[in-house]
């Protein structure tokens, strides 16, 4: 059974920089598309970045283009989301999620989510 685990959350300063992490203890996220998820107090869930099986394909939301970057370490079974230059509209839950039907950033295309992160950005 797939079980993801974010972490790297916490309370950072505008246009700061943090790296959150997800990794499964029990499958290979090596077969799986992956994307990390947003949710802030109040709004609905957003997508933030996919990453396609076998990593050809990237997908962001335009509000974090040339901010943040979604990889993949094979070897510690675990993906990435580098996060720079934060602001306060990135205070949000973030959530990693595996699936295995290629749609983006799509939500519905993920079967499984970890519980989420919550990242602070402010001063």
């Known amino acids: 059974q797939v079980q993801l685990v974010e972490s790297g959350g916490g309370l950072v300063q505008p246009g700061g920089s943090l790296t959150l992490s997800c990794t499964d203890s029990?499958?290979?996220?090596?077969?799986?598309?992956v994307a990390w998820f947003r949710q802030a107090p109040g709004k609905e869930r957003e997508g933030v970045s996919a990453?396609?099986?076998?990593?050809?394909?990237?997908n962001y939301a335009d509000s974090v283009k040339g901010r943040f970057t979604i990889s993949r370490d094979n070897a510690k079974n675990t993906v990435y989301l580098h996060m720079n230059s934060l602001n306060p509209e990135d205070t949000a839950v973030y959530y990693c999620a595996c699936g295995s039907h290629w749609r983006g950033l799509d939500s519905g295309s993920y079967e499984y989510w970890g519980r989420g992160t919550q990242v602070t950005v402010s001063s």
């Open positions: 029990g499958f290979s996220l090596y077969f799986y598309n």
């Open positions: 990453l396609s099986r076998g990593d050809s394909v990237e």
